[in-house]
């Protein structure tokens, strides 16, 4: 049985990241969100682009102020709302009515705010002495033209879509979405679209949607092949068709050491490397992952695809794809590698939580803030095949290995999903 991390490691050195050149496309900007940049995007523009206001006031020269008796300075007869050049220089002891945004005049260095004056016709009373430069974007003072804006494997959120728009990018270079095969096994599955009435002993492929929604979440495309029963001959046709159509195939059941579990011996007669069988987590112990080449010409160097025989416990299936899928697919997909990982955060648990501390425990629950301070709320039963006892929980306790019991009111890893 290999570790969490040892397996954590095994599955992100298989892993070979897209080819930014092979494995992206060309989206207008205003479909890029949640995708993965696939080249730096450098500014062609200084940001601001010239020197402005911060501020509804007055522009004004501070080296002028020296020279004064009382801080008063003349009121140009021009305004500078945004979106307006005046070609006109302050002259000595001139101030200028300026509005946010508006373009600093040639010679003004600093702006005051028009709280802390007082107009009287053409003059200007300052309340307080500026500070020098105040209020004032300088020219370049965000970025400057020529360097790098969003770097390649950043996920573009709303703040980058913004910061591209304003950059007068129309379209943006971004990785593919990985495609991601589904294929559910066991003879008690009976497919959710079916019409046929269910029988006794029969469950519905629930993993198909689960894992459906999971790829769907880290940005990847699911395709469903379908469940079969647990017959080899058919399991491994499925399996040769997902493999010759993915980047990643996902299989869930018949990966455990029961009679019917077949996973592992047909990866092994296709010829797939197998690098592992069994990890100490709970749940999710029999895991098994392979890579191998999706078409039988031998002599054709190609991308191997990545092979995860998940257990068919939901729950099992779900912490699988957590802890290790996730970060599979986000090294796939081009992503820098803080997405490569699971993010953990330290958490008071409002329950007594138990392990037996033989693998690495998984516990679900809900996560909240109290006055800011992070609280875990653990469900009542630890079922692996219990998805319903995982309703509304966002987030697993992780109890290391030889890690017993956790006291209520103690501090405790989680990992966030
Ligand atoms: P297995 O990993 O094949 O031994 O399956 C373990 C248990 O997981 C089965 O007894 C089913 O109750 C459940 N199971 C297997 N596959 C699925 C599935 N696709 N959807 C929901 N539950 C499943
Ligand atoms: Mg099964």
């Not at 494995?23 to 205003?30: A, K, Q, R, T, V």
């Not at 974007?137 to 950043?154: D, N, P, Y």
């Not at 929604?213 to 068709?241: H, T, Y």
């Not at 002599?299 to 025989?309: A, I, P, Q, R, T």
Request: contains cysteine.
């Amino acid at each position: 049985m290999l570790s969490v991390a040892e397996t954590e490691k095994i599955i992100l050195d298989l892993v070979k990241p897209f080819d930014p050149e092979i494995d992206s496309e060309i989206l207008p900007l205003s479909q890029a969100i949640t995708r993965i940049l696939a080249e730096d995007i450098n500014s062609t523009m200084d940001f601001p682009h010239w020197d402005n206001s911060a501020m509804d006031g007055y522009a004004l020269r501070y080296a002028d102020l020296a020279d004064l008796s009382e801080l008063k300075l003349v009121i140009a007869s021009e305004e500078i709302p945004a979106g307006t050049a005046i070609a006109k220089s302050l002259r000595q002891g001139e101030c200028i009515r300026i509005f946010t945004g508006g373009m600093l005049p040639h010679g003004a260095d600093t702006v005051i705010m028009q709280e802390d004056t007082e107009r009287t016709d053409n003059f200007l009373q300052l309340k307080v002495k500026p500070i020098q430069g105040e209020y004032v974007r300088r020219k370049g003072e965000f970025i400057q033209a020529g360097t790098t804006l969003v770097k390649a494997g950043t996920k573009l959120s709303a703040t980058e879509v913004g910061a591209l728009a304003s950059a007068r990018c129309q379209t943006v270079k971004v990785y593919r979405q990985p495609k991601i095969a589904i294929i559910s096994t066991g003879n008690e599955l009976l497919s959710l679209d079916s019409s046929q009435p269910m029988q006794v002993g029969q469950i519905i492929d629930s993993n198909l949607y689960a894992l459906s929604a999971l790829i769907d979440q880290v940005g990847a495309i699911a395709m469903p092949f379908g469940s079969v029963g647990d017959d080899p001959s058919k399991l491994r046709k499925i399996m040769q068709q997902a493999i010759a159509s993915a980047d990643i195939v996902i299989s869930t059941g018949g990966v455990s050491v029961g009679d019917y579990d077949y996973v592992d011996q047909i990866l092994g007669k296709m010829g797939a490397d197998i690098y592992v069988q069994s990890v100490a987590i709970k749940p999710g112990k029999p895991l098994t992952v392979a890579s191998i080449s999706p078409s039988l010409n031998v002599n054709k160097s190609e991308d191997k695809v990545l092979y995860f025989g998940i257990p068919g416990n939901p729950m099992s299936a779900m912490t699988s794809f957590w802890r290790f899928i996730r970060g599979a697919i986000a090294k796939l997909n081009g992503s820098n590698q803080t997405y490569w990982y699971p993010q953990f955060i330290k958490a008071v648990t409002m329950k007594d939580l138990h392990s037996q501390g033989r693998r690495e425990t998984y516990l679900w629950g809900d996560l909240t803030y109290q006055k800011g301070q992070p609280i875990f709320q653990p469900v009542q039963n630890y079922s692996s095949g219990n998805l319903i006892s995982a309703i509304g929980s966002n987030a697993l306790a992780v109890m290391h290995i030889n890690q017993t019991y956790v006291p209520m009111g103690d501090a405790v890893m989680i990992m966030l999903v």
